[in-house]
Nanobody, 124 residues
Framework: QVQLVESGGGLAQAGGSLRLSCAAS????????MGWFRQTPGKDREFVAA????????YYADTVKGRFTISRDNSKNTVDLQMNSLKPEDTAVYYC?????????????????WGQGTQVTVSS
């Protein structure tokens, strides 16, 4: 079992930055690939970014590439999402997810565990 708790959401102006953090509890965090997804009302959960279990590879949605950076610290059981140059269309609830030794990282159904989400609101 892995429990995930997101933090760092809030209100930002367009062009600003926020840093989301996801703290994981449980065993073998370094065996889990980690992803960030986001969701707005009435829409499907959307892939944002992911990092493999060993931190060797990162993946980004085209909509955030060059603006967002995902990173992990296996010694602290955390995964972060640095969000720069924020846009109003980045407004959503952001979720952290864990996938045991995951390799298919852009599909929500591939993930085993989810956090409760944190709201990000970007004003224009």
């Amino acid at each position: 079992q892995v429990q995930l708790v997101e933090s760092g959401g809030g209100l930002a102006q367009a062009g600003g930055s926020l840093r989301l953090s996801c703290a994981a509890s449980g065993r073998s965090f370094n065996r889990y690939s980690m992803g960030w997804f986001r969701q707005t009302p009435g829409k499907d959960r959307e892939f944002v970014a992911a990092i493999t279990w060993n931190g060797g590879s990162t993946y980004y949605a085209d909509t955030v590439k060059g603006r967002f950076t995902i990173s992990r610290d296996n010694s602290k059981n955390t995964v972060d999402l640095q969000m720069n140059s924020l846009k109003p269309e980045d407004t959503a609830v952001y979720y952290c997810a864990a996938d045991y030794l995951g390799t298919i990282l852009s599909t929500p159904g591939a993930y085993d565990y989810w956090g409760q989400g944190t709201q990000v609101t970007v004003s224009s």
